[in-house]
């Protein structure tokens, strides 16, 4: 089985500033990585994923993740952010093969504050 | 491309009714989908995985007899809450896997709102 912690329920921030989401995640078998985000009454949006490769992953809208297999972690990272950025990211992941469905962390209310 | 819609985006039924809300993919084949549920500011949960022409696989805690899933094509799947209860009321969403796809990618509905009352 899996797990995935999202350690900020919210975390506010200065517009145009940078911004860190952080996902920790167990697991007994390697895993597929996600970030996704939900605008309000929305249904999800992948941001990116790490499958194998390069541990540094570039997403949509600016956004990028590193794994780090070691610490079990793929923190989300923005260097800039914007009014529009202001939705929840969730974390997931799904073992390798992709037959299982996702695992979620219970999100991060990202803030924009202008 | 990968666009996955589901009908109806919200529904308020009568306790003890039940209901079926449609989730398709729409410009690609799914040989799976998966439906989830998410209670008002928390995540998402998985309920079942549905396997076209096969009967679903339930997560644990979830009752196949009240969440009834059927996969009968390769572009539609149906979850129906039977007697459904105001906790039911809750954001369901659906997720399709595109057939042949080996990264596992599953692309989302805009889910759908359920208010018993």
């Known amino acids: 089985a899996q797990s995935v912690t999202q350690l900020d329920s919210q975390v506010p921030v200065f517009e145009e500033a940078p911004v860190e989401l952080r996902c920790n995640y167990s697991?007994?078998?390697?895993?597929?990585l996600f970030w996704y985000v939900q605008y309000p009454n929305q249904g999800l949006q992948l941001l990116l994923k790490?499958?194998?490769?390069?541990?540094l992953v570039k997403g949509i809208n600016g956004f990028e993740a590193e794994f780090n297999k070691s610490q079990t972690s793929f923190h989300l990272r923005k260097p800039s952010v914007h009014i529009s950025d202001t939705a929840e990211y969730f974390c997931a992941v799904t073992p390798l093969g992709g037959a299982d469905g996702l695992t979620f962390g219970k999100g991060t209310h990202l803030i924009i504050q202008p | 491309g990968a666009v996955v819609s589901q009908h109806p985006s919200w529904v308020i039924c009568k306790s003890g009714t039940s209901v079926k809300i449609e989730c398709r993919s729409l410009d690609f084949q799914a040989t799976t989908m998966f439906w989830y549920r998410q209670f008002p500011k928390q995540s998402l949960m998985l309920m079942a995985t549905s396997n076209e022409g096969s009967k679903a696989t339930y997560e644990q805690g979830v009752e196949k007899d009240k969440f009834l899933i059927n996969h009968a094509s390769l572009t539609l799947s149906t979850l129906t809450v039977t007697s459904a209860h105001p906790e039911d009321s809750s954001f369901y969403i659906c997720s399709a896997k595109a057939s042949g796809q080996g990264a596992s990618e599953q692309y989302f509905g805009p889910g759908t709102r359920l208010t018993v009352t």
């Open positions: 790490y499958l194998s490769g390069s541990t």
């Open positions: 697991s007994s078998v390697s895993v597929y």
